[in-house]
């Protein structure tokens, strides 16, 4: 049998594990959320109290996925995206949420406010997008913008878009500044990114 992994990619709290559970579940494949299997596996250098997040060495997490997932299909959550050993990349789904909604998640969970910003830019300057597409190329990466949408019927929709061979009808156009600039929230998020720029 041979196996293969969609990755799911994105900036904190846009809805990685949920999407990738219930698409795993869809598809009928296995799931790994990639931060809790580097704690569990201790695939990371050391923890870094100051950003709050382990430090992982990617060769090490490519090459124990590259042997666990062998002959397998999966469906991967990860923050960063990368290339797990031996083992072919069939697609890479970047999920975008828009900033203001991002902002009022990450401090609902918690999250410093350094952080929130940090991931708040990640998010504006298409990061998660750059990163992927730099890593896959353009052909194997697509976006999906979750802002205000429901996962069942985004995992739906993704569904039956992947089983009829037409992904790009997925793939959205995020322009956060441009959606911003029309919304209340634009002068709101430019003050606290201005905070930690």
């Known amino acids: 049998m041979k196996g293969w992994v969609?990755?799911?990619c994105g900036v904190a709290a846009v809805g990685k594990t949920l999407f990738s559970l219930k698409l795993a579940e869809k598809l009928g494949v296995e799931f790994i959320d990639l931060p809790n299997l580097v704690k569990e596996m201790k695939l990371y250098e050391y923890y870094d109290e100051?950003?709050?997040?382990y430090v992982v060495d990617f060769r090490k997490v490519s090459s124990k996925l590259g042997s666990i997932l062998k002959g397998k299909k999966t469906i991967i959550a990860s923050v960063n995206p990368f290339k797990p050993r031996g083992i072919p990349v069939r697609l890479v789904i970047v999920l975008r949420l828009r900033p203001d909604i991002?902002?009022?998640?990450l401090i609902e969970k918690g999250y410093p406010e350094w952080k929130?910003?940090?991931n708040m830019l990640a998010e504006i300057v298409?990061?998660?997008?750059y990163d992927t597409v730099r890593k896959f190329?353009?052909?194997k990466v697509i976006q999906i913008d979750v802002s205000e949408k429901n996962i069942d019927e985004l995992v739906e929709e993704f569904y039956s878009v992947y089983v009829s061979?037409?992904?790009e009808s997925l793939n959205a156009k995020v322009d956060w500044i441009n959606e911003l600039e029309k919304t209340d929230a634009y002068s709101e998020i430019l003050q606290f990114l201005a905070k930690y720029g």
């Open 6 to 8: 969609i990755i799911v």
């Open 50 to 53: 100051a950003s709050r997040e």
């Open 102 to 105: 991002l902002m009022r998640r």
């Open 116 to 118: 929130v910003a940090e």
């Open 126 to 129: 298409d990061k998660p997008l």
């Open 137 to 139: 190329g353009r052909r």
């Open 165 to 167: 061979s037409n992904l």
